[in-house]
């Protein structure tokens, strides 16, 4: 009942994630760099979209941590399903799942957890997008492999409800509990559980597991529509159905259950994965249904060494490197000095990337 996982590499997904990198690695430090220079109303509104509200409702940046997770999920039925016809026994697969866990989440202890201090003073257990794709990737696959499809969407509907009853609970442990910062239940265990090695942040990470895996099986939902049979114009129809009507409901949970991305409340992840159902949509249509592929070489390059692109751009300060190569513009950019290194640091990133790509090199976890 499925297509041939062998030949069904859709380029269109390469190029949403290269998209969704390209805006963590580049866009946010970019805008707000332009809007420091320009100072327009303009600017200001777009420097606004890539940084995190405060508490309550959502941004454009807040969609791009869980298009990630999604991209993610929508790859689990390409790699587990041919790995399942080419493995002779599950064990070879449980290799391959708990490696790459265990490897994302050492690169997220490398980027965000403070690893490389070499203090333990400065580290912190559960600080980051790789770690919470660690989570996501882990319960996902293994429900994919143990799971009906039928069990499958069970599991997505218990993570919602579970945590959203969690979320609401007024009293646990003898102590009040409201959807605000600072004084919600998965801060207070995260606190609790990490003692000194918490982030100290507004964002949880241990019970917001939950959403984490709720957020990778729905792009595994959208992974094997896009494997099924369906015509091609059909499957991009029914991507954008699923993910309007995952925003619609969304809202209407938001209500009472608010959407709120530091603690990824479960409205939070039907609207983010509403989102990202039309986004995968709209990149499936343009590039594989309809073939308009030129303009996406550059973003396929980045998402198809996504881990490359998003460690190297965390460990290495790009803008500072191309401040270093270009020092003698500043005196003909003025303001936008900054905005202009951000470029040229992305353009020397990128150059490191097209030539992985142009020379077949691919790191994969």
Not at 232 to 242: C, D, G, P, S, T
Request: glycine content about 6%.
């Amino acid at each position: 009942m499925e297509k041939n996982i062998e030949n069904s590499r859709l380029m269109s997904v390469d190029v949403l994630r290269g998209f969704d990198l390209l805006m963590i690695i580049f866009a946010d430090r970019f805008f707000y760099n332009l809007n420091t220079a320009a100072k327009t109303n303009f600017t200001s509104n777009l420097a606004a979209q890539f940084e995190h509200p405060e508490w309550l409702g959502s941004h454009f940046y807040d969609i791009i941590m869980p298009l990630f997770l999604f991209v993610v999920g929508v790859v689990i039925p390409f790699s587990l399903g041919k790995r399942t016809i080419e493995s002779k026994s599950k064990t070879q697969l449980y290799y391959h799942i708990i490696r790459r866990f265990v490897i994302l989440f050492i690169l997220g202890w490398i980027v965000q957890g403070n690893l490389l201090f070499l203090d333990i003073t400065k580290f912190q257990v559960f600080s980051n997008t790789l770690q919470a794709i660690a989570v996501g990737y882990l319960f996902s696959s293994l429900a994919y492999i143990h799971l009906s499809k039928k069990g499958r969407y069970i599991m997505f509907v218990f993570c919602l409800v579970v945590y959203a009853v969690l979320l609401s609970l007024p009293n646990v442990f003898g102590i009040d509990f409201e959807l605000l910062p600072n004084k919600n239940l998965p801060i207070y265990i995260d606190q609790h559980v990490f003692g000194r090695f918490y982030d100290q942040t507004q964002y949880s990470w241990l019970l917001t597991g939950f959403g984490f895996i709720a957020t990778t099986m729905s792009g595994l939902f959208a992974g094997e529509l896009l494997l099924s049979k369906l015509p091609r114009q059909k499957i991009a129809n029914y991507l954008v159905l699923i993910g309007l009507t995952a925003i619609i409901v969304s809202l209407i949970i938001g209500v009472w259950h608010p959407i709120i991305k530091k603690i990824w409340t479960s409205s939070f992840v039907l609207f983010s994965s509403g989102i990202s159902f039309i986004l995968l949509a709209l990149f499936y249509w343009i590039v594989d249904v309809k073939r308009y592929q030129k303009w996406a070489y550059p973003f396929r390059i980045i998402g198809l060494n996504a881990i490359a692109a998003y460690v190297g751009s965390h460990v290495l300060n790009f803008s500072l490197i191309a401040k270093q190569v270009f020092y003698g513009f500043e005196q003909f950019t003025g303001a936008y000095y900054d905005a202009f290194c951000d470029v040229a640091g992305f353009g020397i990133l990128y150059l490191i990337l097209w030539y992985m790509h142009k020379n077949k090199t691919y790191i994969k976890v």
